[in-house]
Each structure stands twice: as structure tokens, then as C-alpha cells.
């Protein structure tokens, strides 16, 4: 989703045709397809064409910042939001981040950590998790979704609202897991989200603000492929 009261965009959002087939959410990254129409971004980084300022799919995600988890034992402990978008959240205890596999699991269906008996987290340990989780209905309507339950926003028209480059904007398509670092390069995930991951993905900013359990949003200085 994004933050439109603090879009500030360098020149005016274009709108362009879409691929039937495509699925996004607003705030993803799209690219040019293969057949010249803009669509999601998966895999593929060739192109990059801009942010969706409009949602063309029936799911939302929702990040979650900071919540306080007790590991007792080797018990899975529920989070507040379940299922989850991934594995790839981010467990730690002050300056300390702890290591999926090696000091917990996840159980991204449940919405569930479990602490690893063998790990470095202490038995009992109250530990900060950030993930993102699939909305459901209720919470995507309380969100502004259309009354008239619109999934597609794109199809009466087949085009999309897309922002270019130089924007800054402020939003909650981001992988969680790896954190962000205020000034620090902020890549594509390779499913349309955000990451601080380098890898193989293509830098597309600067994060201009980290995202905090008071202000989930992550903000982004978006320059494209750069």
C-alpha cells in the first residue's frame, strides 16, 4: 500500500496499459513485459517501469514492526497476524538479530515462531519480530479498499496509475527480513516488494525512512534502475 499524503513525485504519475494477466498490489514494483504491456514484476528485472499506484489482486499485505514475542522452550508462539507472506522475517533483541534455522523456525501458514533448543536465544527470551501478513477482508475494507469491493482496479480501463522516477514515496510492499538502514540502497525482492538484500536484484533507491512499529511505512528515495 501506499502512503499518498507523502508521495512527492518529480513529474506527474503516467498511466500505462496492462497485461490482462498480471497480478499486483498497489505500492509493487512493475516492469515491461515481454509483449510491451506493464506488468508484475517476478523474476524478472529487466525494464523496471515504476511503482502501481493501483491494486490488481484480491490479496494485501500488511507489515508488522517490533511486536514482543516470549520464547519459551522449544513451543511455537503465535503471532498477533497469521498467515504470513513468508519466512523471511526479522527476530531480534536489541542490537541482536537472530538467525532463522540456526536459532528459530517459522511457520508462515500458522503464523508461528518456534525457538531451536540448541540456538542462541534464551529460553524464556522476550524477542522484537518484524513480518508482513496477508490481510484479511474486514481489515482491507477498514483500510480504504472500495466499497464496491473492487479487486481489480484496472479493469474497467485496462491501464494502470504508475509513479516514475524521481519520487519519494512511503509504503508497505517490503520483505522485512533482512531490515533497512536509513541512507542505505534498497534493491527489488524479485516479486515486486522492496529489499535491503543486494544479491542479485537491481537497486532501485535510497531508504529515506525505516520502517517503525509507530510508522511501518518504509520510505524510499526511487530512482528506477539504478
Known sequence: MLD????????????DAVDVNATFQEGDLLIFGANGWTTS???????????????????????????????????????LNAPLVDTSIRV???????????DYTVNATNGTVTRVGTGSITDGET?????????TEVEQDDQGRPIANIVD?????GKAEVIREPATVYLTNYDPGPGFTLGGIVYD??????????GSNVAVGRCKQVPSASDPYLGIEFKGSV
Open 127 to 135: 524477542v522484537s519480530v518484524d513480518y508482513s501478513y496477508q490481510m
Open 189 to 198: 525482492n524479485g516479486d515486486g516488494r522492496l529489499t535491503s538484500t543486494v
Open 92 to 102: 531480534y533483541s536489541g542490537a541482536t538479530v537472530y538467525a532463522l534455522t540456526t
Open 41 to 79: 514484476l517476478s523474476g524478472s528485472t529487466a525494464g523496471i517501469r515504476g511503482i502501481a499506484a493501483l491494486n490488481k489482486s484480491s490479496a494485501r499485505y500488511q507489515p508488522v514492526i517490533g511486536e514482543q514475542v516470549t520464547l519459551s522452550g522449544t513451543t511455537a508462539q503465535n503471532l
Open 153 to 157: 482496479e484496472t479493469a474497467a480501463s
Open 4 to 15: 499518498r499524503t507523502r508521495l512527492e513525485a518529480g513529474r506527474r504519475p503516467g498511466t
